[in-house]
């Protein structure tokens, strides 16, 4: 069993940044891809970003891409999303998911393991 636990959301101003932490909890299963996903109200959860887990392939969507830097540290085992220069669209429910296999990273359905989600709320 896998457990993910969030942190590090909150509310802050557009132009301001924000780190996300996600802490897993590993027993038995490997992982292979870690995510960030969002989802924000009346939306459907979309991707944000991932990263192989022993490896250096990171993926973005586009709308991130320059502002949101995504990393890990497996000694911790916590994956990181750094986000810089925040718009009020930013705004949502942020989700830390895990993949036991190599599998297409953009896609929810793919994740096995999910975190409960940290909002971040940026204001205009």
């Known amino acids: 069993q896998v457990q993910l636990v969030e942190s590090g959301g909150g509310l802050v101003q557009a132009g301001g940044s924000l780190r996300l932490s996600c802490a897993a909890s590993?027993?038995?299963?490997?992982?292979?891809?870690m995510g960030w996903f969002r989802q924000a109200p009346g939306k459907e959860r979309e991707f944000v970003a991932a990263?192989?887990?022993?490896?250096?392939?990171?993926y973005y969507a586009d709308s991130v891409k320059g502002r949101f830097t995504i990393s890990r540290d497996n000694n911790k085992n916590t994956l990181y999303l750094q986000m810089n220069s925040l718009q009020p669209e930013d705004t949502a429910v942020y989700y830390c998911?895990?993949?036991?296999?190599?599998?297409?990273?953009?896609?929810?359905?793919?994740?096995?393991?999910w975190g409960r989600g940290t909002q971040v709320t940026v204001s205009s």
């Open positions: 998911a895990a993949d036991k296999t190599y599998s297409t990273p953009y896609r929810a359905s793919e994740y096995d393991f």
């Open positions: 590993i027993r038995t299963f490997s992982i292979a891809t």
């Open positions: 990263m192989v887990w022993r490896g250096t392939t990171t």
